[in-house]
């Protein structure tokens, strides 16, 4: 049998929601222990942030060096042919969460998440990278602890009173326990970091720049002055059809996608190689169950269509962390307060796939393509802004409305978009 350690709390992975969940424990004097099997820094995908985002960032202290370190993203804008759909952060109803600081960050997540995964430990977490997960161990009908493998394949228990899984596309619990599913997008992202000058203004200075292909959209981020990250999402079933390299499929897209030749310089040299990264659409059947608790990307991934991915993970940590130091308190009942945590999460995953699903029904559809830029008024445009800043749940009947509204168009006018 493996030797055995007791802690309050164990966290499988180092990302965003895992750095976030260990950094706020610790500070509460408790014994944490974070295991991730990688060792930081690593590369990873999602590099967009948000602006309501800031104030966790804030909480956790590392905002300023974010600040220091990486570009200054004002905004974003969606081609939906030839029109463009702004969000500009600084255009947002008052009483959002970013108001104060209406602008977010484009990251190089391998950066970015050791800049986590640091505070994390300066804050008093027992950070373990090189660690392995491999599985939970249970006692009747909790699980109480995890079996880990270090680099060298030695194996020990660390029992506890949580388990955080934070394992991302990992999904140690989820796949333990069978609860993984997939969502109805079934889409895949094919992206690389290429050297190149940004001659689109907005490119310039920072904005996110999108733009609609038929069943799907591509990205130009920039990271540095000549450093641009470039992607495309597509239906699954795309891709394999193509029987192309990685890199031949995503350089046929920038060759072909309007906006991309004119706002990047010639002959962009592809640094380092082009990565995929699917199924990008997944959630977990539960999120907590009896001394565990999935947060963000190991309970579910919607899509990266409008930057959710990092966010979600931030609040969900926050939200886990306070529900299990509640927990703790006598009398409080675990079950029923992380029930709460489901129904949040279960809210802002519905709303969010919504708002994503209405974004491809415009992108397959002629006579929604061209209404949706036609219709966003100021007044909705705030919402936009609210909602694509990371404010979910301002006016969700919004979300909702668009959503039935795109269906509707839909089923009305069944008019195929060009690809």
């Avoid at 309970?299 to 886990?320: N, Q, R, W």
Wanted: aromatic share 12%; hydrophobic share 40%; with cysteine.
């Amino acid at each position: 049998m493996p030797n055995h350690e007791t802690v309050d709390a164990v966290v499988i992975g180092g990302g965003p929601s895992g750095s976030t969940v260990a950094t706020l424990l610790a500070r509460q004097g408790l014994q944490v222990v974070l295991f991730e099997r990688r060792s930081f820094p690593r590369f990873h995908i999602g590099e967009s942030l948000l602006p309501a985002s800031l104030p966790i960032l804030e909480e956790l202290g590392v905002h300023e060096e974010v600040q220091k370190r990486f570009v200054r993203k004002p905004g974003g804008k969606w081609y939906y042919g030839e029109r463009p759909v702004f969000s500009n952060f600084a255009d947002g109803p008052s009483g959002t969460s970013f108001d104060k600081t209406p602008w977010a960050y484009m990251v190089k997540r391998a950066d970015f998440d050791d800049i986590l995964l640091k505070n994390a430990a300066s804050s008093g977490a027992r950070v373990l990278e090189g660690h392995t997960v491999v599985d939970v161990v249970q006692s009747g009908d909790r699980v109480t602890g995890v079996v880990v493998r270090d680099s060298s394949g030695a194996t020990q228990e660390y029992h506890c009173d949580m388990v955080f899984d934070c394992s991302g596309y990992g999904a140690v619990i989820p796949k333990k326990f069978d609860l993984r599913r997939e969502n109805r997008l079934k889409r895949m992202a094919v992206f690389g970091h290429y050297r190149t000058v940004p001659l689109n203004e907005d490119l310039k200075k920072g904005w996110f720049v999108g733009q609609m292909v038929y069943d799907g959209w591509i990205w130009l981020i920039p990271l540095e002055p000549d450093f641009i990250s470039i992607g495309v999402v597509i239906p699954v079933e795309e891709y394999k059809k193509a029987q192309l390299s990685p890199q031949a499929f995503l350089e046929r897209y920038m060759a072909t996608t309007p906006i991309v030749p004119p706002s990047i310089s010639t002959n962009p040299q592809l640094e380092g190689k082009v990565h995929i990264y699917g199924n990008l659409g997944y959630t977990s059947s539960i999120a907590h169950g009896n001394g565990w608790v999935l947060v963000g990307d190991a309970a579910f991934f919607i899509d990266p269509c409008y930057s959710t991915g990092v966010h979600l993970a931030l609040t969900m940590a926050k939200e886990a962390v306070n529900l299990f130091l509640e927990s703790r308190r006598p009398g409080k009942n675990e079950s029923e307060l992380f029930a709460e945590y489901e129904k949040t999460l279960r809210n802002d995953e519905k709303l969010v796939l919504r708002f994503v699903d209405a974004f491809y029904m415009a992108s397959r559809n002629r006579v929604l393509k061209r209404l949706v830029p036609l219709t966003l008024t100021e007044r909705m445009n705030r919402t936009f802004v609210a909602v694509t800043g990371g404010d979910y749940t301002v006016q969700p009947w919004k979300i909702n409305m668009v959503y039935y509204f795109s269906k509707i168009v839909t089923f009305l006018f069944p008019f195929r978009a060009q690809a």
